[in-house]
């Protein structure tokens, strides 16, 4: 059979897709995907990936019209709703929604202009699903590189601080020195908060929680959680973010856990005590991190994560 007829063209097409599909991502895929993405005609054959999570609709919003028939969505019976738009396209994805899970979307547009169409990569992530994604096709609006840059900005805001801290702890004492020494107390000193009890939590969590406390010091703000590991693997985290009562997302400073949470019990018949501790800290300035937050702990596979809802500062 000829490669050029509509079947061979279709089977090449199927192979392609499969192929870039099962081809291996990052580790930080979700970390450093961009909820802005502009489509250039070298750039139809390349797949953008695209981060999901469960309880995270996802909105895709485009600079021209679609074709709605022309959506095409791998395993769409997965997603509880798929919903089309004239310039937009809504995603939720299922609740039993495991990390690692890939799925391909496909979108044409109405119009004659070039691309034609777009592929994106749906990467599943306990944590870093995007709520919106923008998308536009060569040009712009200047709004859009507004907004990159502020990301950009805050990005690079954070990194320095970063940078300052961890320049600035190679010579700080230890104790309340320390304290007094890196400027954290400012006027109002350093607050904090039993949230032990108040918290909720989802099924399946992979540790069980026992005591969080949340803080508030100059311009940060900080968790400390309390874990035992009912597992029988040792259980490290590897990243964390805080998602907002609007969907933002707060991506903390490197987390502090002195070592591995260890599984098994204090002895034989007593109850699980606490293991070990996460410490979560997160640039804020007073006016931010206000109302209610939702923490997600993963570890390096992102196969065992920690959620906790609820979640407040002073």
């Known amino acids: 059979m000829p490669l050029t007829s509509p079947v061979g063209l279709l089977a090449l097409a199927l192979l392609a897709s499969s192929s870039e599909t099962a081809a291996p991502l990052p580790s930080d895929a979700c970390e450093t995907a961009s909820p802005r993405i502009t489509l250039t005609s070298e750039s139809t054959a390349k797949a953008h990936v695209v981060c999901i999570s469960p309880d995270v609709p996802l909105t895709f919003r485009f600079d ?6 022309s959506v095409r969505l791998e395993k769409r019976e997965r997603f509880e709703d798929v919903a ?63 907004e990159a840059e502020a990301a950009a900005q805050a990005e690079v805001r954070q990194c320095r601080e970063e940078v300052r801290q961890l320049r600035a702890e190679r010579g700080i004492p230890e104790g309340l020195r320390g304290v007094l020494a890196s400027g954290l107390l400012g006027k109002n ?24 406390s949340s803080y508030r010091a100059e311009d940060r703000v900080a968790l400390e959680v309390w874990l035992e590991n009912p597992s029988m693997e040792p ?26 949470i260890l599984p098994g019990r204090a002895g034989a018949g007593d109850e699980f005590r606490p293991r070990g501790r996460v410490v979560v800290e997160v640039l804020a300035s007073a006016m931010e991190a206000r109302g209610t937050y939702t923490l997600t702990l993963w570890d390096k596979d992102t196969k065992r994560t920690v959620t906790l809802g609820n979640v407040t500062f002073p």
């Open 189 to 212: 000193g350093i607050t904090a908060r039993n949230l032990t009890g108040r918290f909720t939590e989802p099924k399946g969590n992979a540790l069980i929680p026992r005591y969080v």
């Open 84 to 146: 089309p738009g004239q310039q937009s396209l809504l995603l939720v994805p299922p609740e039993n929604l495991e990390a690692g899970e890939r799925f391909k979307v496909e979108v044409c547009f109405a119009d004659n202009a070039a691309p034609r169409c777009a592929s994106f990569l749906l990467l599943a992530h306990p944590a870093l699903g995007m709520s919106q994604v923008k998308v536009f096709r060569e040009h712009r609006p200047v709004e859009s590189f507004q």
């Open 64 to 69: 021209a019209p679609l074709q709605p028939e």
């Open 235 to 260: 259980w490290m985290a590897a990243g964390a973010v805080l998602r907002g009562p609007k969907g933002e997302l707060l991506k903390p400073l490197p987390l502090w856990q002195p070592e591995p």
